[in-house]
C-alpha cells in the first residue's frame, strides 16, 4: 500500500502561483511514476502531469505546458507541481497519485494509477 496527502490547495486570483506537495508512505516511492490529475465539477478526472520514476521524463497536458511543472525528490518520497499564472480554468480538486507497478517512463492513463490521495482544492478567481 502507498499512502498520499496532497497540501499546498487554496484560493488565488488569476495569473497567480501555487504550489502543491504530495507526501508518500508506505513503500519504495522511488520504484513508482507518478502523477497529478485534476477533477473539475461536472467533469472527469484528467491528468494535468507526470513523472517518470526518475524524475528525467516528464509530461503535461497541452492545457497546462509552459506553466506548471511537476518535480520529485525520492530522498524524501515527495513530488511537487508548481503552477504558475493560474486561470480561472484551472480550478478544480487536484489529486496526487502513485503507480503500483514499476512501470518505465511516464504514465498518463487513469487506469495506470492504483493510489491515490484525497485530493486539495484549488479555486482560482478572475
Known amino acids: 500500500q502507498v499512502q498520499l496527502v496532497e497540501s499546498g490547495g487554496g484560493l488565488v486570483q488569476a495569473g497567480g502561483s501555487l504550489r502543491l506537495s504530495c507526501a508518500a508512505s508506505?513503500?519504495?516511492?522511488?520504484?513508482?511514476?507518478m502523477g497529478w490529475f485534476r477533477q473539475a465539477p461536472g467533469k472527469e478526472r484528467d491528468i494535468v502531469a507526470g513523472i517518470s520514476r526518475s524524475g528525467i521524463s516528464t509530461y503535461y497536458a497541452d492545457s497546462v505546458k509552459g506553466r506548471f511543472t511537476i518535480s520529485r525528490d525520492n530522498a524524501k518520497n515527495a513530488v511537487y507541481l508548481q503552477m504558475n499564472s493560474l486561470k480561472p480554468e484551472d480550478t478544480a480538486v487536484y489529486y496526487c497519485?502513485?503507480?503500483?507497478?514499476?512501470?518505465?517512463?511516464?504514465?498518463?492513463?487513469?487506469?495506470?494509477?492504483?493510489?491515490w490521495g484525497q485530493g486539495t482544492q484549488v479555486t482560482v478567481s478572475s
Open positions: 508506505g513503500r519504495t516511492f522511488s520504484n513508482y511514476a
Open positions: 497519485a502513485a503507480t503500483g507497478r514499476t512501470y518505465v517512463g511516464v504514465r498518463t492513463s487513469r487506469s495506470e494509477y492504483d493510489y
